[in-house]
């Protein structure tokens, strides 16, 4: 297989299910405090150290060498990111839980954002701690199961869909706000995760 693939693949995966999510607001919050250049550094760095974890985790456990467990795992992905599109859509109702399962994080970002320490840290820190448990990282442990011996393109590929999804936040958040309803990028992005699930498990039975 070619490598371009699996780094397209996973860069699509990440980069459509930022749209709108919670890591977008850190980063807004950080775009008044720091150049554009010190975030996407942190973006990097943080993406760097969760979705690498989360892949390197994924092609460990895709490495035991077992066929009915590597099928189970298989599946279990494919169905994962059905179940992150819909989830998405329940969560669409549901937008008051959004404060209150991310207000710890939503303090220790608004501490660490008074420290003097310099800022690609900071944002790389806040990164890591938002990405994990998150649909993303969750992802990429699915996407490390699938393709473990394309490691270095699953990571290079989620580190490249965190940044230009979070570039994209930057420079034409206030513009989508106003031209487009939150829920239609939503929408989209809850769909291709259950699109992606269902050619999964279309191919795996």
Do not use: W
Not at 135 to 164: A, D, H, N, R
């Amino acid at each position: 297989m070619n490598h371009f693939y699996p780094l397209l693949l996973s860069f699509s995966i990440i980069f459509f299910a930022e749209l709108g999510d919670k890591t977008q607001i850190m980063v807004l919050s950080f775009s008044t405090k720091s150049k554009i250049k010190n975030i996407i550094l942190g973006i990097a760095l943080g993406t760097f150290l969760s979705h690498g974890f989360a892949i390197l985790l994924g092609s460990r456990l895709a490495s035991i060498s077992n066929e009915s467990f590597s099928y189970f795992l298989n599946l279990l992905t494919y169905i994962s990111f059905i179940l992150f599109g819909i989830i998405g859509f329940i969560s669409m109702k549901k937008k008051s839980n959004f404060d209150t399962d991310n207000g710890n994080k939503s303090g220790i970002i608004s501490k660490l954002s008074k420290l003097k320490i310099n800022y690609i840290f900071i944002i790389a820190f806040c990164i890591f701690i938002g990405e994990l448990g998150d649909k993303t990282f969750l992802s990429s442990i699915g996407l490390g199961i699938q393709y473990p011996e394309y490691k270095l393109s699953l990571i290079v590929g989620s580190i490249l869909g965190m940044v230009c999804s979070n570039i994209l936040a930057i420079v034409f958040g206030k513009l989508l706000s106003m031209k487009f309803n939150q829920n239609i990028i939503e929408v989209i992005s809850n769909s291709l995760f259950i699109l992606f699930g269902i050619i999964g498990l279309l191919f795996q039975l």
